[in-house]
């Protein structure tokens, strides 16, 4: 893989070097210091149309899609400064969260952008996650053996902590983790924890799938499974099926026998629905089952948040999350859901400030998925971000998404071509 221009190296050896960054603790900084640096670029190239050199050059227009990411982005400052103002917490704190705005929302926006505006290949993206899968796969008999050798879950945690962020664990390095609740080892690899770390799985896969050599291609798939085996997810063995196989079969939505197909197992379901049913009930149940206190912690979680949101907050939330008690072992309220979590902190206007964007763009990777396989990775991504939504914080998890969102810029510059 040789870059064509300046960017492309920058994005490509970034990405290679995701691994090394982690053992350095600066991941979380990395992240939001690429985004500002590519995005003022973008805007710089814009600006200066041909007098840039010619492989530096912008692509084209800002997309309409990548237009509303960053209008949805600003309006979420703004929702977090009248959050703050509502609820008298100083211009310290509001200081410090317009900081943490710009380490995690606005990168929603920014990398989009980028991958809008500047000259970057998508086979520079895919490759360079294979890279980050083959240095996995390298590192992963070391990080597997580490509890059965003896060896600390956590090596060090890096001084750019001082820098500020959501908690240590953004800044430290881990070979594993005890699973609280079985007192088993689970696996993080270059994650702050290990349910995320199966959904970086699931992405990595993704990007393998599109790789054109083989050898690469199995690589970033081995990897990608292996992370989402060892972090012992629930959300990340889902995500590997739905994700993968969900955008292939777009197509069919084009194709009359499968419409038809379709029809003839609905009009099955009078006989056999009763059946179907109960095993999909028994299925939820075994799988919530599965790990049940994070179950029980997300649901209460999230009933809090709803309802001080609905009673206490309703147009702009309350500005910051709030800790939590015993019953939700200490989590903070506001935290392990987007969605909930956005209603809460910055109330319904921050929500639909995100949720527009988000539909947007997963139509229009939807649309182009049924149409050609360009569409396949962006609706895989679109449908991995669903999956995180609902339980994570997406905005503070942006800085290891990057590439992920600047695929979703590149083929948002795709579609406008198209269109144009």
């Known amino acids: 893989m040789t870059p064509r221009n300046p960017v492309e190296a920058a994005v490509f050896r970034t990405l290679t070097l995701t691994w090394p960054f982690y053992a350095l603790g600066a991941l979380y900084v990395v992240g939001p210091v690429l985004a500002w640096l590519l995005g003022a670029l973008a805007l710089l190239v814009l600006y200066l149309g041909p007098a840039v050199r010619e492989d530096m050059r912008a692509t084209g227009p800002v997309p309409l899609v990548v237009w509303?990411?960053?209008?949805?982005?600003?309006?979420?400052?703004?929702?977090?400064?009248?959050?703050?103002?509502?609820?008298?917490?100083?211009?310290?704190?509001?200081?410090?969260?317009?900081?943490?705005?710009?380490?995690?929302?606005?990168?929603?926006?920014?990398?989009?952008?980028?991958?809008?505006?500047?000259?970057?290949?998508?086979?520079?993206?895919?490759?360079?996650?294979?890279?980050?899968?083959?240095?996995?796969?390298?590192?992963?008999?070391?990080?597997?053996?580490?509890?059965?050798?003896?060896?600390?879950?956590?090596?060090?945690?890096?001084?750019?902590?001082?820098?500020?962020?959501?908690?240590?664990?953004?800044?430290?390095?881990?070979?594993?983790?005890?699973?609280?609740?079985?007192?088993?080892?689970?696996?993080q690899f270059y994650a702050p924890w290990s349910p995320f770390a199966a959904l970086l799985g699931v992405?990595?896969?993704?990007?393998?799938?599109?790789?054109?050599?083989?050898?690469?291609?199995?690589?970033?798939?081995?990897?990608?499974?292996?992370?989402?085996?060892?972090?012992?997810?629930?959300?990340?063995?889902?995500?590997?099926?739905?994700?993968?196989?969900?955008?292939?079969?777009?197509?069919?939505?084009?194709?009359?026998?499968?419409?038809?197909?379709?029809?003839?197992?609905?009009?099955?379901?009078?006989?056999?629905g009763s059946a179907v049913l109960a095993a999909a009930t028994d299925f939820v149940a075994a799988f919530k089952g599965a790990r049940a206190d994070s179950t029980r912690v997300r649901a209460t979680l999230q009933?809090?948040?709803?309802?001080?949101?609905?009673?206490?907050?309703?147009?702009?939330?309350?500005?910051?999350?709030?800790?939590?008690?015993?019953?939700?072992?200490?989590?903070?309220?506001?935290?392990?859901?987007t969605w909930f979590g956005l209603l809460f902190v910055k109330g319904l206007v921050g929500m639909v400030s995100l949720l527009v964007p988000f539909v947007w763009q997963t139509l229009l990777t939807m649309v182009d998925a049924a149409r050609s396989r360009r569409g396949f990775l962006p609706m895989g991504i679109m449908m991995t971000f669903t999956l995180l939504s609902f339980g994570e914080n997406i905005e503070i998890e942006a800085y290891l998404l990057w590439p992920a969102l600047m695929m979703l810029g590149i083929h948002a510059r795709e579609t406008a071509r198209d269109a144009g």
């Not at 704190?93 to 970057?120: D, E, R």
């Open 203 to 272: 992405i990595m896969m993704l990007f393998a799938l599109e790789d054109r050599s083989v050898k690469w291609r199995s690589i970033g798939l081995s990897a990608g499974v292996l992370m989402i085996l060892a972090s012992k997810s629930r959300m990340g063995l889902v995500g590997a099926v739905a994700c993968t196989i969900g955008p292939r079969m777009m197509p069919l939505l084009l194709k009359g026998w499968a419409w038809q197909t379709v029809s003839a197992l609905v009009a099955s379901l009078a006989v056999f």
């Open 68 to 187: 509303v990411w960053i209008a949805g982005m600003a309006v979420m400052l703004v929702a977090l400064w009248v959050g703050h103002l509502d609820w008298g917490l100083g211009l310290k704190k509001t200081i410090k969260s317009s900081i943490g705005w710009a380490k995690g929302w606005a990168l929603l926006a920014l990398f989009p952008l980028v991958g809008a505006i500047l000259p970057i290949r998508r086979t520079v993206l895919v490759r360079g996650q294979c890279v980050i899968g083959l240095w996995t796969l390298i590192l992963a008999p070391i990080l597997l053996a580490a509890p059965y050798v003896g060896l600390p879950e956590r090596i060090f945690t890096s001084p750019l902590k001082a820098v500020g962020g959501p908690g240590p664990e953004y800044f430290s390095v881990y070979f594993f983790t005890w699973d609280p609740a079985s007192w088993t080892p689970r696996w």
């Open 303 to 337: 009933r809090i948040a709803s309802e001080r949101w609905e009673n206490e907050a309703f147009w702009f939330g309350h500005g910051t999350v709030h800790p939590g008690s015993h019953a939700v072992e200490y989590m903070p309220i506001g935290s392990h859901h």
